[in-house]
């Protein structure tokens, strides 16, 4: 699993569940999605993000997902990286 984040939002991307459709590639309004040499999903550049939640809309697979943090000093915690959506304490 790898997470990428800006401020309070996270991108979380689980390879190993990628199947390398390209839905996401192809649907992400900042274009930052590529898929690597192994045909997973990777991620270019986390500061053009707009956590806009297309690609988790369109992954067929649950591998990639936006996380907002609810905690006061914005961080998430690895038990919590694994939820979608809004996670606080
Ligand atoms: S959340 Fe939106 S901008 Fe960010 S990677 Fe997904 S589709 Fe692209
Ligand atoms: S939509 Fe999902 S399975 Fe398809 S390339 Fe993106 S992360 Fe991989």
Redesign the pocket.
């Given at each position: 699993m790898e997470r990428f984040y800006q401020g309070e939002f996270y991108l979380v991307?689980?390879?190993s569940?990628?199947?390398?459709?390209?839905?996401?590639?192809n649907?992400c309004p900042t274009n930052i999605?590529y898929?690597n040499g192994k045909?997973?999903?990777a991620v270019k550049d986390i500061a053009q993000c707009i956590f806009c939640g297309i690609?988790e809309a369109?992954?067929?697979?649950?591998?990639?997902w936006v996380v907002k943090s609810t905690h006061p000093t914005g961080k998430i915690y690895d038990s919590q990286i694994r939820v979608h959506g809004e996670v606080g304490e």
């Amino acid at each position: 699993m790898e997470r990428f984040y800006q401020g309070e939002f996270y991108l979380v991307t689980e390879p190993s569940f990628c199947k390398g459709c390209g839905l996401c590639v192809n649907s992400c309004p900042t274009n930052i999605l590529y898929l690597n040499g192994k045909s997973r999903i990777a991620v270019k550049d986390i500061a053009q993000c707009i956590f806009c939640g297309i690609c988790e809309a369109r992954c067929p697979d649950f591998a990639i997902w936006v996380v907002k943090s609810t905690h006061p000093t914005g961080k998430i915690y690895d038990s919590q990286i694994r939820v979608h959506g809004e996670v606080g304490e």
